[in-house]
């Protein structure tokens, strides 16, 4: 879920609760908290009896921290983005490392479509030989051999036609 940035500017000088930033943001209050606590969320103010306020720079951070997220970064690499931001103060080296970071992740999504692309190539072989060996057992009208069972037949039928079973293909492919 994303911020309004529209009512957020309707509203400046506000300040929420935490359960009316959960409502805004779509996050949870644990994952505001811990925001909080690993440094992603600083300076959050706190009322007289201890709970929290969060002001529109707050809800806006949270916006940006799930944008960044949805995009496939980590919070430590979120958090490395804040701290090129506090340290060096520029817009310009955090959009650098932005920019690094999501051609990494660029990078590792084609990759990850490449294996995908094999193993779904790899397994429509292994459906085609499983059709085939259907219309062979059921061209055989599925008799059962001496002392065994339809089931069994089938089953080591598959086997025997290929030794690329599917438990074959998934050890091939973690290994």
């Known amino acids: 879920m994303s911020v309004d940035v529209n009512w957020q500017s309707r509203h400046?000088?506000?300040?929420?609760s935490i359960t009316e930033v959960c409502?805004?943001?779509?996050?949870?209050?644990?994952t505001v908290r811990y925001y909080e606590e690993i440094g992603l969320l600083p300076d959050v103010r706190r009322r007289a009896g201890g709970r929290r306020i969060y002001d529109a720079d707050a809800l806006e951070r949270l916006g940006f921290i799930?944008?960044?997220?949805?995009?496939?970064?980590?919070?430590?690499e979120i958090r490395e983005l804040n701290a090129v931001y506090a340290i060096r103060g520029s817009t310009r080296a955090m959009l650098m490392r932005l920019q690094d970071l999501l051609q990494g992740k660029l990078a590792d999504l084609d990759q990850r479509i490449r294996e995908l692309?094999?193993?779904?190539?790899?397994?429509?072989?292994?459906?085609?030989?499983?059709?085939?060996?259907?219309?062979?057992?059921?061209s055989d009208s599925m008799a059962p051999p001496p002392g065994g069972s339809p089931e069994?037949?089938?089953?080591?039928?598959?086997?025997?036609?290929?030794?690329?079973?599917?438990?074959r293909c998934l050890e091939r492919k973690s290994g």
């Open 12 to 16: 400046p000088g506000s300040m929420w």
């Open 66 to 76: 799930s944008r960044l997220k949805a995009l496939g970064l980590s919070l430590a």
């Open 23 to 30: 409502a805004r943001t779509g996050l949870s209050p644990r």
């Open 117 to 138: 692309s094999d193993l779904r190539e790899e397994l429509a072989r292994y459906r085609s030989r499983v059709e085939q060996r259907v219309a062979e057992v059921e």
């Open 152 to 167: 069994a037949a089938v089953g080591s039928a598959l086997t025997m036609a290929d030794p690329a079973t599917p438990d």
